[in-house]
Structures are given as structure tokens and as C-alpha cells.
């Protein structure tokens, strides 16, 4: 994928992250206006110092967190690496992505899209990152904070 560095077509990448080829399309293009993607002749590069700046102070507030009740998903947040390391167990039930196919029980929270579940369980590396930014959705200061500076380090490598 497009965070691994290496030249994905837009039909894979589709495929890879359970999107239409017109979502990942439309989702390019609004990436270059927003100037969070950098294009030229065929290849694409992330602007990570923006695309860093968007996750950090606006992106609790462009894809606000969505709760809901008790359900089985796969968890997110601070009960996944890399953050599950930084924060005890509690008696607290996890947020869970609603996965009919999920294993744990805990708190729904919508994930950013539809397919990100399926897509998570595919890519650890994926899954790590939109864990992370769940906890900005959805964490606490200390939560959010962690989770940004593991973010800007990911994004920095």
C-alpha cells in the first residue's frame, strides 16, 4: 500500500482496503486538493507532514468517533498494538469495531469506513494505524497524545 512506500495501482489498493475502485478514485483526487497527496506523472507520494497534521488537530473532528452499545467486533484503540503496551487492562470493555465474524465484546465504535475491519485483519500495519487513530477519535488526553506521537514516528519512518 501507499504507506509501505511501494507503487500500488488504484485497483489494488481498492481491493486491499474492501473499497469500490471509484471510492479509492474520488478519494485520490480530493487527497490532491487538500494537498495531502503529492502527484507526478504516475506515481504518488503521501504529503506526511500534512496528512500528520490533519490526523493530530483535525481528524477527531472530521471523523468524529461514533459510539454505540455492547456488541462482538475486533477491537480498536488502546486495546491494540501498539498502544494496548502503554495501558493496563482495565475493567472497562474495549471498543470494538461491530464484526460479525469478531471475536471480543466490547463497546461499538464505528470505524472509518465499512470495509476497515476486513481490511485490518488482512494488514497488522494497517490495522495498527487505524488503531491509533481511533484513539484520537475516541481517547482520552493521555490516549490521544500517545497515539499521536506513535503516529508521527510510523509517519516519520
Request: glycine residues 8%; proline residues 8%.
Amino acid at each position: 500500500m501507499l504507506a509501505k512506500g511501494k507503487p500500488t495501482l488504484s485497483k489494488d489498493l481498492a481491493r486491499e482496503l474492501f473499497l469500490s475502485p471509484s471510492e479509492v478514485s474520488k478519494s485520490l483526487q480530493r487527497s490532491r486538493e487538500a494537498g495531502l497527496l503529492h502527484t507526478d506523472d504516475r506515481a504518488k507520494r503521501v504529503n506526511r507532514p500534512a496528512l500528520l497534521e490533519l490526523l493530530l488537530h483535525g481528524f477527531k473532528y472530521v471523523f468524529p468517533a461514533q459510539k454505540g452499545g455492547l456488541t462482538r467486533g475486533i477491537p480498536t484503540g488502546t486495546s491494540v498494538e501498539p498502544l494496548s503496551a502503554a495501558f493496563p487492562p482495565s475493567s472497562e470493555l474495549p471498543a470494538v469495531w461491530p464484526y460479525a465474524y469478531g471475536t471480543v465484546r466490547g463497546l461499538s465504535l464505528s470505524p472509518l469506513y465499512k470495509g476497515a475491519p476486513q481490511a485490518a485483519l488482512l494488514d497488522k500495519d494497517l490495522y495498527s494505524l487505524l488503531a491509533l487513530c481511533d484513539a484520537i477519535r475516541d481517547g482520552r488526553a493521555r490516549e490521544r497524545n500517545l497515539a499521536g506521537s506513535m503516529l508521527k514516528e510510523a509517519l516519520s519512518a
